[in-house]
């Protein structure tokens, strides 16, 4: 015998897409529930994505900083000593931490949690499975929210142990002697820093000519010569065929090339879209060939009632970008006209310097035709980068050629995460480069950097040549 319950709306999936669409729809008045079938709701961005990495990222450049970097200031340290379990531990109380947030929020908001796997067996229907016991969920409106997945490889399969996807590389056991990950995206060249910074040797293979792809090209080149110069092995070009293991020992196979040994791989190709096994077939949502949910302007699939955002429809995979989408989909349910502005969602790198970016990269004007004008500013010409001892970088503003108004800004540099979100207020408003240049930035700060880099556009750059 089923059990039976009723809501408004119903979300299956607890990411930032998810529990953010939860929230706000509970804030519009809807009897909302929110279905994830882990213990812990955040997805894959608190559990094992955005956080956990980003917590590592901090731990492993402070360890860095230490052996390497503070004897410019005067500080010497003796010697440092890694407690890797110390700081995985750290890592996973932050998550708890977060997670458990959630948990408060829903109860806050009144939004109903439900623990399992949800699946959509009729419009207006979802079937909740936890163990042996199915619950029927009637609702008015379902919203997928599923997320995604890491990649396969053929020819190489995970093994839960020696090779695995960035779940596995958040908690090594121990640093390994060789990492070899596969992949140059941001996952891989971010866990691959980590691991480098621990005192791994660290090697990475991207198929393409460059690393870090959906970059500006110039900002990816300067990424590229950084982080080689940090000892990262970087191998472009690189074609991999499959992975052996034998002997607690990991052979990576490339075309034209000699095998890799190694410790242990990281295999970082992209991520594919959570959409099978919740019962999209059932009632004939439509998905195109690699899995994705197809929606229109209102995030509806071509079922009525039935909704999808973030990673399951495809675009750039962020979390930010899910949560807009959660936000925008249920306030259109409630007949509210907003949207999402897909020229103004930031994305970052948080290697070691920061990269963000918002907006037009220069090789996408040049093909979409687009005349533009150009302003750049070195880190190196800021006092306050100087004073932090942090001056590898440059801010690049690109604004069009005739109205100025602001396409896309590039930083590479010290915070450039934190950085960003000014030109992503900028791109949002309409804003012109001249506008940027005629707001006054507090100094010394590395704001100034983009004020500077805003100014240079129309060659009125004050302290750079």
Known sequence: MKDSVEHEL????????????????????????CIDENPQFGGTCLRV????????????HLYAQA?????????????????????????????????????????RHGVTPYRGRGSLAAPGLVHLRDGEKTTEIRCN?????????????????????????????LSYPEVPGKLVVIGGGYIGVELGSVWSRLGSQVIILEYLDRILPGLDREIGQLAHRALTKQGLDIRTGMKVEKVEVSDGRCLVHCADAEPISCDRVLVSTGRAPCSDGIGLEQVGVLTDKRGFIQVDGHYQTNVPGVYAVGDVIGGAMLAHKASEEGVVCVERI????????????????????????????????????????????????????????????????????????????????????????????????????????????????????????????????????
């Open 67 to 107: 052996l390497n970097d503070l004897q410019q200031h005067g500080i010497s340290l003796g010697n440092v000593d890694l407690d890797l379990a110390a700081m995985l531990g750290r890592k996973d109380k932050i998550v708890e931490q977060l997670t458990g947030g959630i948990a408060m929020l829903f109860k």
């Open 334 to 465: 409630q007949g509210i006209a907003s949207h999402v502005n897909y020229d103004a969602i930031p994305a970052v790198v948080y290697t070691y310097p920061e990269i963000a970016s918002v907006g037009a990269t220069e090789e996408q004007l040049k093909e979409q035709g687009i005349p533009y004008n150009k302003g750049i500013c070195p880190y190196g010409a800021s006092g306050r980068a100087l004073a932090i001892g942090d001056t590898t970088g440059r801010v690049k503003v690109l604004a069009h050629a005739e109205t100025d108004r602001i396409l896309g800004v590039h930083i590479i540099g010290a915070h450039a995460g934190d950085l960003i979100s000014e030109a992503v207020a900028a791109i949002e408003f309409g804003a012109t480069s001249e506008d940027l240049a005629h707001c006054c930035h507090p100094h010394p700060t590395l704001s100034e950097v983009l004020h500077e880099a805003a100014l240079a556009v129309t060659k009125r750059a004050i302290h750079t040549v």
């Open 49 to 60: 994505g955005c956080i956990p990495s980003k917590a590592l990222l901090e731990s492993s």
């Open 141 to 169: 409106s379902i919203l997928i929210a599923t997320g995604s997945r890491p990649a396969t490889l053929p020819g190489v399969e995970l093994d839960g142990d020696l090779v695995g996807d960035s779940t596995a590389a």
């Open 10 to 33: 119903v979300i299956i999936g607890g990411g930032p897409g998810g529990y953010v669409a939860a929230i706000r729809a509970a804030q519009l008045g809807m009897n909302v529930a």
